[in-house]
T-cell receptor, first 113, second 115 residues
Framework: LAKTTQPISMDSYEGQEVNITCSHNNIATNDYITWYQQFPSQGPRFIIQGYKTKVTNEVASLFIPADRKSSTLSLPRVSLSDTAVYYCLVGPNGSSNTGKLIFGQGTTLQVKP | GEEVAQTPKHLVRGEGQKAKLYCAPIKGHSYVFWYQQVLKNEFKFLISFQNENVFDETGMPKERFSAKCLPNSPCSLEIQATKLEDSAVYFC?????????????FGPGTRLTVT
């Protein structure tokens, strides 16, 4: 499974756009990029998944450049309730995947008023 | 149900005692996963099930840990003779498909404290 590197922590203010970048230099052809969010005292929650280019849903956008060696999770106009740990995961699709998630350290986002 | 349920929320055990944790996956989900979060942000995969069958147990410390998912019953994770290092939050997750589907739904976790 591809190793991921993300900043340990980030600070932001309410109303700002937050971009969290994840590096995954040895991503494989059949790997997908997935982001999870974990609030204190809760289980992780799936945010978004992508393979290439851009994916957008009601929560976030995911930007993946052509070489796929990195990805950026973009949170528009964050609020205090977006304070959480954000995990970037990279793993294969298809028969080689047993489904288990491999979490890295994640990025602790602190949103300030 | 529409959420993964885990019981109990908190569990305290003395070293050497047994601990049993329960998980009810979302109805219709065929796959169940157990994870251990020991320190902040550090997750470890333990085991997964496809219905009642073990799918991947590569993360299980087999000498003291066991797990089951029986039909019409909550899944369970049991730790025999708990040790201090077993203190952690144990999360259960379920999904509709294990292959290529990284969208897993997590329960609120069970915090196990071994004293």
């Amino acid at each position: 499974l591809a190793k991921t590197t993300q900043p340990i922590s980030m600070d932001s203010y309410e109303g700002q756009e937050v971009n969290i970048t994840c590096s995954h230099n040895n991503i494989a052809t059949n790997d997908y990029i997935t982001w999870y969010q974990q609030f204190p005292s809760q289980g992780p929650r799936f945010i978004i998944q992508g393979y290439k280019t851009k994916v957008t849903n009601e929560v976030a956008s995911l930007f993946i450049p052509a070489d796929r060696k990195s990805s950026t999770l973009s949170l528009p106009r964050v609020s205090l309730s977006d304070t959480a740990v954000y995990y970037c995961l990279v793993g294969p699709n298809g028969s080689s995947n047993t489904g288990k998630l491999i979490f890295g350290q994640g990025t602790t986002l602190q949103v300030k008023p | 149900g529409e959420e993964v349920a885990q019981t109990p929320k908190h569990l305290v055990r003395g070293e050497g005692q047994k601990a049993k944790l329960y998980c009810a996956p979302i109805k219709g989900h065929s796959y169940v996963f157990w994870y251990q979060q020991v320190l902040k942000n550090e997750f470890k995969f333990l085991i997964s099930f496809q219905n009642e069958n073990v799918f991947d147990e590569t993360g299980m410390p087999k000498e003291r840990f066991s797990a089951k998912c029986l039909p019409n019953s909550p899944c369970s994770l049991e730790i025999q003779a708990t040790k201090l290092e077993d203190s952690a939050v144990y999360f259960c997750a379920s999904s509709q498909s294990e292959r290529g589907n990284y969208e897993q739904y997590f329960g609120p976790g069970t915090r196990l404290t071994v004293t």
